[in-house]
């Protein structure tokens, strides 16, 4: 009897990147028509309840990004094993938690540094406080902020700038220019133009202490908790402030 080829390695391609890129596209333009549709039916609906609505339709876009990433490795024979994602261990739990005080002096000192040179000295603002359009009241709000910012958001973002776009770097260029690119990437994913360019600097360090971790420990679980430990903290913080 003939032995079975070998099957060919894994490997991640460029077109993987589409259905991602296409799938939350047309995700933001789903929730864009309906909440035009909602504005124009029930304006005062709208008005009053803002805040939920806009949490909801920002987990929706989510929800659309995932199922791209669904779709970009279903041809993967195990997706998980493949990017290092599986249920965190006591030890990445506690190099998390090692990590996050170092990230804080470093996201502290970029953020300085960034408002004296593209802020004027000011104090660089957070995306965090966008995610409340009203004066935050009650805790199932603050619940579906976690859910976006804790939860989707890191899982999502993580999969695709550190386990896909960080990988096919790595896999054509040497490790810094991996981490920087995918970096800078993930920096212009979050910097926005509304709020302060001088974020940039800021989310782009962010991502270069993703990847790097992600490029050390091999698992894609300990950038994903260092991502969502950050904007956790972030995220009650914010609620905290506004709700008093």
Request: hydrophobic share 60%; proline share 4%; no cysteine.
């Given at each position: 009897m003939a032995l079975a080829p070998p099957r060919p390695e894994q490997r991640l391609r460029w077109l993987d990147l589409i259905p991602v890129l296409v799938f939350t596209v047309l995700g933001i333009l789903l929730i864009f028509l309906l909440l035009v549709v909602l504005a124009r039916s029930n304006r005062a609906l709208v008005r009053a309840n803002s805040e939920t609505i806009?949490?909801?339709?920002?987990?929706?876009?989510?929800?659309?990004?995932g199922a791209g990433l669904v779709v970009a490795l279903r041809r993967l024979r195990a997706p998980l094993h493949f990017l290092g994602l599986h249920w965190p261990t006591l030890p990445e739990l506690g190099l998390t938690l090692v990590l996050i005080v170092p990230w804080y002096i470093g996201v502290a000192l970029v953020s300085a540094i960034s408002s004296v040179l593209l802020n004027g000295g000011r104090?660089?603002?957070?995306?965090?406080?966008?995610?409340?359009?009203?004066?935050?009241?009650?805790?199932?709000?603050?619940?579906?902020?976690?859910l976006v910012t804790a939860v989707a958001a890191p899982l999502c973002e993580e999969v695709f700038f550190r386990g896909m776009l960080f990988r096919l770097l790595r896999a054509r260029g040497p490790l810094w220019a991996a981490v920087l690119v995918s970096a800078l990437a993930f920096g212009l994913a979050h910097a926005s133009p509304a709020v302060?360019?001088?974020?940039?600097?800021?989310?782009?360090?962010?991502?270069?202490?993703?990847?790097?971790?992600y490029a050390w420990t091999g698992s894609l679980t300990?950038?994903?908790?260092?991502?969502?430990?950050?904007?956790?903290?972030?995220?009650?913080?914010v609620y905290s402030v506004l709700s008093r």
């Open positions: 806009a949490l909801s339709a920002t987990l929706v876009v989510y929800l659309a990004f104090l660089v603002p957070g995306n965090t406080q966008q995610l409340f359009l009203q004066h935050p009241h009650g805790l199932g709000i603050l619940v579906l902020a976690l302060s360019l001088a974020l940039l600097p800021v989310f782009t360090f962010m991502g270069i202490v993703l990847a790097a971790t300990s950038s994903v908790l260092l991502h969502a430990l950050n904007n956790a903290v972030g995220t009650v913080a």
